[in-house]
């Protein structure tokens, strides 16, 4: 092969490969994963090498991770991502305003990301209401489910600004709730619901779970 074609193949290669690793986020937002390794993020729990990054996608392999948290904290800000399941009854979590120490989904705010489908099928018992993708946890369940089949790509959008959290999944809102509203039912079993500041992250709960696309304003 010439060298002037060989160079040129070459350098088609290599641009197809950081487009991978590295896509460029909408316009006014910054990218929270660099699609190749975990700078930027911190595992907490047992099995911290259950977290990894491979051509593009930051994955959780199984249980046992705990969770994945970023290095940074945000107060007010929209988060953007995909996810997928690659097994019927998978189960994750997106953190919000999450604290260093203590259980993320009390600490601080989960947002439950699962396999509303085939839950029941696989594990043999219903969720409850605010189990369902979009909710924030034991708090304010999602109004309704928007997941793609298994294997697919879940596009997920999360906006905090002071005490509204609005959670819109595949191009549908699916909560919008007013963290005032639950203060005094549910402010001492989640003291995370008054958090103003915090970092974001995501949860090792059973199955292989895929992240891609992490942008942040």
């Not at 047992?46 to 959780?60: D, P, Q, S, T």
Request: aromatic share 12%; with cysteine; net charge neutral.
């Amino acid at each position: 092969m010439p060298r002037l074609l060989s160079v040129f193949v070459l350098s088609l290669v290599l641009i197809g490969r950081v487009s991978a690793e590295e896509p460029k986020p909408p316009e006014g937002f910054k990218s929270l994963f660099n699609g190749k390794d975990l700078t930027g993020w911190k595992p907490f729990g047992e099995k911290e090498e259950v977290w990894g990054a491979e051509n593009g996608i930051l994955f959780c392999e199984k249980n046992g991770g705990g969770w994945l948290l970023s290095e940074e904290e945000f107060g007010d800000f929209e988060i953007r991502f995909e996810f997928r399941f690659l097994k019927e009854g998978g189960n994750s979590g997106l953190g919000l305003r999450v604290p260093r120490m203590g259980n993320a989904s009390t600490a601080g705010m989960e947002i439950q990301l699962i396999d509303d489908e085939n839950w029941e099928k696989v594990h043999k018992f219903k969720l409850k209401d605010y189990q369902h993708t979009g909710s924030v946890y034991d708090v304010k369940p999602s109004v309704k489910q928007a997941n793609k089949p298994i294997g697919e790509w879940n596009s997920m959008r999360a906006v905090c600004k002071g005490s509204k959290v609005t959670i819109e999944m595949n191009g549908e809102k699916i909560n919008d709730a007013n963290l005032d509203d639950f203060k005094e039912a549910k402010g001492k079993i989640h003291p995370g619901i008054l958090r103003d500041k915090g970092c974001v992250g995501f949860q090792s709960y059973n199955f292989r779970v895929e992240f891609r696309n992490v942008f942040i304003k």
